[in-house]
């Protein structure tokens, strides 16, 4: 019976992807929405507010303002572009599937979560129900905070009891039918969220104290993965459904016109715990390099107040984590950044785009100068956007992407 309810939930999540398939150009406008968004906004860092702890334990609210840092909720519960009361939310989200606003989660009682019990608001960090018994959507990193112990959760409410209430009405989300219907996340849930649920954090003994922490502050509070790690997706990877793929853990995912890179152990196996905690004080990139777009903001926002001794567990988590690394097709730098940008316009050939493996589409521009077709590419042509949207890419970057989909056109490269 279970097993066939299950199926069921599949077959409705199934059905609002494919209807997301008719919808295809106003996704396309979201995800270069979302594509440019990171790269046009100067970044602003929010400061954290005095607390008032009358009548509460000062000790307890300490803990819990270390862990809100750490889980770095201020980044989204804050609308920065437009400088708004600090964890009053607002800020909008895009997806794939339209605009998600984040919720006040200042003590507020009306606007926000002042009147929230701490049963209800543990039941939403690690169930993804709401007090009203809504699904929240997976833009909310519930999936992550369910590894947090029950403890850790009283402290993080007891902080936010504590910080200067915002009376602030919530924005109402503007999301594409069938999306706004959040009871169609049960089928996200049974696909993605159920294997999850309830596990919690369990500490591997045969590991150290240090290298558990990390792995509870990477798996669970810090949510990495969200950005970090390939998603299953609808057709392309830019149409991500917000659930990482377990067995290519933190292996990298395009984001907000970024890479997220490889943190796994193929990626930082030889570099020393010392070098990849730069990465978090001093914004300073593996290979060198200034750490840009939404990892300054993990860094300024979260990592930059976390101790010497977490940042150190973080890096040797993640010096530890093996993942298998995606197969070799998608993790091509071509393929990865037609994945990530290209995809949404060349997958389907929409709007007069070259559609992707389509020989008689390609035929004329395989003859042509390859010059004068990165060229084009780089500066734009006709509804051919300048760089395809990536504005973090670099020329080499967009000229991989290029030979990506020129060798497909000529049926050299697999098409999936
Ligand atoms: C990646 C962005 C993101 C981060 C990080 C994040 N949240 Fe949220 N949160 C959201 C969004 C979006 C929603 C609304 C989801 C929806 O409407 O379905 C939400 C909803 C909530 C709610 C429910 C509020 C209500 O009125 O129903 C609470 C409580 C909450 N978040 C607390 C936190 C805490 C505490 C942290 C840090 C430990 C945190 N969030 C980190 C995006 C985020
Ligand atoms: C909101 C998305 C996002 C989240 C959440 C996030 N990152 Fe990142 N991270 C990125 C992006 C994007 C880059 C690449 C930055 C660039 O190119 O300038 C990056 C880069 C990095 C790098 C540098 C890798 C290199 O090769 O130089 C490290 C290390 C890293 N992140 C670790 C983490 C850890 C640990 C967490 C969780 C605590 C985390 N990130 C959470 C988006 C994110
Ligand atoms: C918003 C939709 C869109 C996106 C995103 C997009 N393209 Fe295009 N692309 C087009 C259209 C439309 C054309 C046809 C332009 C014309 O012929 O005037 C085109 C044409 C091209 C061509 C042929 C150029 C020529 O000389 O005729 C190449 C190569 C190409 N795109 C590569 C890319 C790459 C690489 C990316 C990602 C980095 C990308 N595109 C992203 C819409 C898009």
New binding site residues.
């Given amino acids: 019976m279970k097993k066939r309810i299950r199926f069921i939930f599949g077959i409705l999540l199934l059905v609002a992807a494919t209807m997301a398939l008719y919808t295809v150009l106003t996704i396309q406008n979201n995800v270069k929405q979302m594509n440019t968004e990171?790269s046009q906004t100067s970044p602003y860092f929010p400061e954290y507010p005095a607390v008032n702890t009358q009548g509460k334990n000062p000790a307890l609210v300490k803990r819990g303002e270390y862990l809100t840092k750490?889980g770095?909720c201020i980044?989204c519960h804050t609308n920065t572009p437009e400088k708004g009361a600090v964890f009053a939310g607002a800020l909008p989200m895009h997806t794939p599937f339209g605009t998600i606003y984040s919720p006040n989660i200042t003590p507020d009682k009306e606007t926000g979560i002042g009147n929230w019990t701490e049963e209800q608001f543990i039941t939403a960090m690690t169930k993804g129900i709401s007090p009203q018994g809504h699904y929240y959507y997976p833009a909310f990193p519930y999936y992550y905070f369910s590894k947090l112990t029950h403890d850790d959760l009283i402290a993080i409410k007891a902080y936010l009891d504590s910080i200067p209430a915002v009376h602030e009405e919530s924005r109402k989300n503007e999301m594409m039918k069938p999306f706004n219907l959040r009871f169609l996340q049960l089928g996200w849930r049974e696909m993605f969220f159920r294997s999850q649920e309830l596990q919690g954090y369990k500490p591997d003994a045969k590991q150290t104290t240090s290298w558990n922490r990390g792995a509870y502050?990477?798996e669970g509070?810090?949510?990495?993965?969200?950005?970090?790690s390939p998603s299953y997706h609808i057709l392309t990877q830019s149409l991500p459904l917000g659930a990482p793929i377990k067995k290519y853990n933190l292996t990298g995912a395009p984001?907000?016109g970024?890479?997220?890179?490889?943190?796994s152990q193929s990626?930082?196996a030889s570099?020393s715990e010392a070098e990849?905690v730069k990465?978090?004080t001093e914004d300073?990139?593996?290979?060198g390099?200034?750490?840009?777009?939404?990892?300054?903001?993990?860094n300024h926002d979260?990592?930059r107040y976390l101790s010497h001794d977490d940042l150190y567990a973080?890096?040797t988590y993640?010096k530890s984590v093996k993942s298998v690394t995606p197969s070799k097709s998608s993790v091509a730098p071509g393929a990865t950044i037609y994945e990530g940008y290209c995809a949404s316009c060349h997958a389907l050939g929409i709007g007069g785009a070259p559609k992707f493996g389509d020989p008689a589409a390609w035929d004329a521009i395989l003859k042509a100068k390859v010059d004068g077709v990165y060229a084009n590419v780089i500066h734009g042509m006709g509804g051919m956007p300048a760089k395809g949207t990536c504005l973090?890419c670099s020329d080499a970057d967009i000229k991989q992407a290029v030979d990506y989909m020129l060798s497909a056109a000529r049926g050299e490269t697999g098409t999936q």
């Fill in positions: 990171a750490a770095d980044t502050l990477v509070l810090g949510h990495c993965a969200m950005c970090h984001i907000q970024y890479l997220a890179s490889n943190i990626h930082l570099i990849i990465v978090f300073r990139l593996i290979g390099g200034k750490v840009k777009g939404p990892m300054l903001e993990v979260s990592l973080i890096a993640l973090s």
